[in-house]
């Protein structure tokens, strides 16, 4: 089955500073990668998405990147703030199921 | 619009009874994920629904079965609960490979 990647596991930034987290798929023929956003004893939120038809997208301080070639996908949170600290999952839509990476958990220190 | 709801938010078994855990999907939404998440840990698939039928499921024993209802809402049901089966159950729901959005969450217990 298919199988999702995700480093670190943990991360810790300075306030400000920039976040990247990476993904990487088996299945080439995924085509929709989304990424949540959980916070301590929430629910995980959709945060950005990507389609295989697109390479970048960006939302406000958040943009996520896609190398189809290469099978990763990778989330950039620039300007961290203190609320950005929660544990980031990616996601693979393969074959209409999701299939989620282990999680990074992201800590902001101010 | 109401968002993915989930029943209850609590619940407390003991080991060996049977666990029922409820999922009422965003309208317009026709596929349900259940996934299981242990404390602090991921997200790891149990089973996927999508009009009526089950679609595939993760690596879980037969014990953890389910259904989705002709409205498609669905049910979790997990018998002879064991002491590793507490963890926080959520549902997603989402229309044809559109964005998935998850529910509150039920969080199980077994003493």
């Known amino acids: 089955g298919e199988n999702v990647e995700q480093h670190p596991s943990t991360l810790s930034v300075q306030e400000g500073d920039s976040a990247v987290i990476k993904c990487t798929y088996s299945?080439?023929?995924?085509?929709?990668f989304p990424w949540y956003k959980q916070e301590l004893g929430k629910r995980p939120q959709l945060i950005i998405d990507?389609?295989?038809?697109?390479g970048e997208k960006k939302d406000q301080r958040i943009a996520v990147t896609l190398n189809k070639t290469a099978k990763h996908f990778s989330l950039h949170i620039t300007e961290t703030q203190p609320e950005d600290s929660a544990v980031y999952f990616c996601?693979?839509?393969?074959?209409?199921?999701?299939?989620f990476g282990p999680g990074t958990r992201l800590s902001v220190l101010p | 619009e109401a968002g993915v709801t989930q029943s209850p938010t609590h619940l407390i078994k003991t080991r060996g009874q049977q666990a029922t855990l409820r999922c009422s999907p965003i309208s317009g939404h026709t596929s349900v994920y259940w996934y299981q998440q242990a404390l602090g840990l991921g997200l790891q698939f149990l089973l996927w629904y999508d009009e009526g039928e089950e679609r595939n499921r993760g690596n879980f024993p037969p014990r953890f079965s389910g259904r989705q209802f002709p409205n498609y809402s669905s049910e979790l049901n997990v018998n002879a609960l064991e002491l590793e089966d507490s963890a926080l159950y959520l549902c997603a729901s989402n229309f044809r490979g559109t964005e998935a959005f998850f529910g509150q969450g039920t969080r199980l217990t077994v003493v």
């Open positions: 299945d080439s023929a995924s085509n929709y």
């Open positions: 996601a693979d839509n393969y074959g209409q199921n999701f299939v």
């Open positions: 990507i389609r295989s038809n697109v």
